[in-house]
């Protein structure tokens, strides 16, 4: 240990690299939990043997370098936020944290780009596109803490992913470290024909191919108007109708999340809030259609407000998370929970079949004894999402029995032309489920990619399902 601080130090300046444990701990585990009902709840052992800040590509290629030489794995550290775990350490790992990398380094109005470390944080970046006139079209919940390596590299999906798509959707290039220290460098165009597009590879690869440290980003004009409109329906069924109407008409929100459950003060409703935005007069006239149209869905306008304050608290999600991430390593992730065992399922299926397989997550989870609450689209129809919970505390039978009504549900997902998840990744929690995701030709040909790019295995071992 002394041998790989002491060499750790020479290659990048004693400040930029840290063995202290509160710092170890931190780096130990992303924010999934140990009440998270999935196959490893409890048993995964987190190892970081070092953190390390790097500020330059050429510093993470020295760390690459070095861990390749040492038999050390690597794990880019962004945010931390993944729900997925697919920033936990697996093997004796250095954690490269890009913090530092966080410099915006050009932003461009005419261009419509922004080129920026892998580092910075996405509201930072939004801020200071807001700033020239622009917005990033990448607007997640977890916006005040989520980096741009990060969200790249899980490819999240945010609030206006209808109108601008997911953030791997927002790469127009990328820097990227190897597994043998190599820079690669592609280019920032919006679209080529000259071959497969590299950036691909990196887009939600969860750092198993590269250690991403620049991206050149598309940025947008800041909306001429934004309309928010929000809606209760007398149950999920005709909110769904309502919205399939919505996509089918043409009409384009850039922010849609519909839901059982809806707000505190009425815990039975089945709520919509829609935004639309762009010129003024598209906002117009799409938001006049919609009230139009929702008129024959027995639809309720909520109060004024209601959607202006759902909008502006949209974030508060992740500051109640910054606030409360503080935790000591070791009892994070093996320790038995001291709230309910639940899990979440985020999944992309035909529209034709989501109703259908909501009712059939009813089945299920009645049949393992546990319940599943708020049923939810976000963006578009296809993107479904429910919470799978064990109402009474009854211990880890619950994590058990979650976790197999969950991959029972997402082998259904499966079977009906869907995919698994659609903005979390994958990480640990669902690795095991890769291979039914991807057939056995497609994991064959992930593992062969993998192999090819990174023979020894040192980057973020054990994700992905590779
Ligand atoms: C409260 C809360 C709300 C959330 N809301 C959303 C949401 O609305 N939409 C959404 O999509 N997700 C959401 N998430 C999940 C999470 O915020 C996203 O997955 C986010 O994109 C992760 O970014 P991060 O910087 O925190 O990455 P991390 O958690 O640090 O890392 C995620 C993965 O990317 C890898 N990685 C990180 N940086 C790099 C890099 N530079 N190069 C290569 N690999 C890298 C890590 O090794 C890990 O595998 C939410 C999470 C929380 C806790």
């Known amino acids: 240990m002394v041998e790989v601080a002491s060499s750790l130090m020479d290659l990048l300046g004693p400040e930029k690299v840290s063995f202290v444990e509160d710092d170890l701990a931190t780096h130990a585990v992303d ?89 910075v944080v996405l509201a930072d970046l939004e801020r200071e596109l807001n700033r020239h006139g622009l917005i990033l079209g990448h607007d997640p919940w977890s916006l005040p803490i989520a980096t741009v390596g990060g969200a790249i590299s899980t490819d999240g999906l945010g609030y206006r992913a209808y109108k601008y798509g997911s953030m791997g959707d927002q790469v127009l290039g990328l820097t990227v470290v190897l597994a043998d220290g190599r820079i690669l460098k592609t280019r920032a165009v919006p679209r080529h024909s000259t071959g497969v597009d590299m950036n691909r590879l990196f887009i939600g690869g969860e750092g198993c191919f590269g250690v991403i440290t620049e991206a050149t980003l598309r940025v947008f004009p800041q909306p001429e108007e934004r309309r928010l409109l929000s809606y209760t329906f007398p149950n999920f069924e005709t909110g769904f109708e309502a919205i399939m109407d919505i996509f089918q008409t043409g009409l384009s929100p ?42 024959g869905y027995s639809a309720t306008s909520l109060a004024d407000g209601e959607a202006e304050e ?142 090819a790019l990174d023979p020894q295995d040192i980057l973020n071992p054990g994700k992905l399902g590779l």
Not at 280 to 287: G, H
């Open 31 to 119: 924010a999934l939990r140990s009440n998270r009902g999935y196959p490893h709840t409890g048993t995964v052992v987190p190892q970081p043997v070092a953190v390390v800040r790097p500020s330059s590509a050429d510093e993470v290629a020295r760390v690459v370098k070095f861990a390749s030489a040492h038999g050390a794995s690597i794990v880019p550290y962004g945010g931390g936020t993944g729900l997925m775990g697919g920033a936990i350490p697996l093997r004796p790992s250095i954690v490269v944290d890009l913090g530092n990398m966080n410099r915006i380094t050009s932003m461009s109005r005419d261009d419509r780009t922004a080129t920026v470390g892998a580092g």
């Open 254 to 295: 850039a922010m849609l999340e519909f839901g059982e459950g809806g707000p505190a003060s009425s815990a039975e409703q089945t709520t919509l809030y829609l935004a639309y935005e762009g010129v003024r007069e598209e906002v117009a006239s799409q938001a006049q259609r919609t009230a139009a149209m929702f008129d």
């Open 310 to 451: 759902f909008w502006e608290t949209r974030h508060r999600v992740a500051e109640r998370f910054k606030r409360g991430r503080v935790m000591k390593l070791g009892d994070s992730l093996a320790a038995t929970p001291s709230e309910r065992y639940f899990d979440y399922i985020h999944v992309a299926l035909p529209a034709s079949k989501v109703l259908q397989y909501r009712l059939a997550c009813m089945d299920i989870t009645s049949r393992y004894g546990l319940d599943t609450v708020d049923y939810g689209l976000w963006c578009q129809p296809e993107l479904f999402s429910t919470v799978v919970v064990k109402a009474s505390l009854a211990g880890t039978a619950d994590a058990e029995a979650i976790s197999r009504a969950v991959d029972e549900m997402l082998r259904l997902v499966h079977e009906l032309g869907g995919s698994m998840e659609y903005c979390h990744g994958v990480g640990v929690r669902l690795a095991h489920l890769m291979e039914e995701e991807h057939g056995e030709v497609g994991i064959d040909l992930l593992r062969s990619l993998k192999k």
